[in-house]
């Protein structure tokens, strides 16, 4: 029995998403922050239906780190990730302030409200540092399946993405820049410090206990996995909350729209971060005028899950 949501919109600002008294999300269009961490639309923070925060903004070990949030870290020379971007096994992250991209908010072709359900889709302009307009994406967010029996909402969030440069967009990531096991790109998601050397797990059994289910689980194919978990215990409060990452089925094949084949980037230790990485091991190009799609659904519930709870839970919430 999914549960009735209430939805403030504070227009040119952000979207609230509150259900049970509790304000599960704040969804942030028009962020008013330091430009070197790449001025985009966030969502912070993000809470448990028992009022958990399972979201970190602005950590004092990378401050462009906020909540839930769309990024690409290495695009054809430019950041947009924010922060110090990675030049290379010579000369490793160096702060460069003119590779710091943004993403503009252009406005709403969707908004809708439901009793239970929340779903907009949003046109943004990906801008590069100098100013020039090299892609338009239309991003749909859901929020739905509020139920408090079991704990758990849900996110769903989408991406279309179009090159409008006039030359091929090159997307990767610090691992196709040199660095090893360090592919964070796209979706990514920043746990708060309670998350810390959380437990991670994936389909199989596979993951485990803190950083070694992590490291485990660390650069997996999403073919192979194609949803993992993290769970913690929090600090403030007694009790566990899980997050629970998933790919759509169309992500998988290139038939859905997907240009590249994604994997996990995971941590626990020393920060808890997941990321739906579409470029962790190898660069891939964007023609000019061509689009990519993927589409993700992140679970937020109380307790600790294991992979079962996790399989029961996608087993009975379809696509």
Do not use: C
């Not at 485990?216 to 073919?223: S, V």
Request: aromatic content about 12%; overall charge negative; glycine content about 12%.
């Amino acid at each position: 029995m999914t549960e009735p949501i209430t939805v403030t919109h504070i227009h040119g600002e952000s979207v609230t998403v509150a259900s049970g008294g509790v304000e599960l999300l704040a969804y942030v269009y028009r962020p008013d922050a330091d430009p070197f961490e790449s001025l985009k639309p966030y969502t912070h923070p993000l809470r448990t239906l028992a009022g958990n925060v399972v979201s970190g903004y602005r950590p004092s070990d990378h401050r462009w780190h906020k909540g839930l949030q769309m990024t690409a870290s290495h695009l054809s020379e430019q950041n947009f990730w924010g922060g110090n971007s990675y030049l290379g096994p010579d000369q490793g992250y160096q702060r460069v302030e003119e590779r710091v991209g943004s993403m503009r908010h252009d406005g709403f072709e969707e908004f809708t409200v439901t009793d239970d359900r929340l779903r907009f889709a949003e046109k943004l302009t990906w801008v590069e540092n100098g100013g020039q307009e090299w892609a338009q994406e239309l991003r749909t967010v859901e929020v739905h399946s509020v139920e408090p029996a079991e704990g758990t909402w849900a996110i769903d969030w989408s991406i279309r993405l179009t090159n409008i440069r006039g030359e091929e967009l090159r997307f990767g990531s610090p691992t196709t820049a040199g660095r090893e096991m360090a592919g964070y790109t796209g979706l990514n998601w920043r746990g708060p410090r309670d998350f810390t050397g959380g437990d991670v797990f994936g389909p199989g059994g596979r993951g485990g206990e803190g950083e070694t289910g992590a490291s485990d689980l660390m650069g997996t194919p999403a073919a192979e996995a194609p949803w993992i978990a993290i769970t913690a215990e929090h600090d403030d409060v007694d009790g566990h909350s899980t997050l629970l990452f998933s790919h759509a089925p169309e992500n998988l094949s290139q038939d859905g729209g997907a240009i590249h084949a994604s994997h996990w980037f995971v941590r626990s230790e020393p920060i808890p971060s997941v990321a739906f990485s579409w470029a962790f091991f190898e660069e891939f190009a964007l023609p000019p005028g061509e689009s990519f799609a993927y589409r993700y659904r992140v679970v937020i519930a109380d307790g600790a899950w294991d992979g079962d709870r996790a399989e029961t839970y996608l087993k009975s919430h379809g696509w």
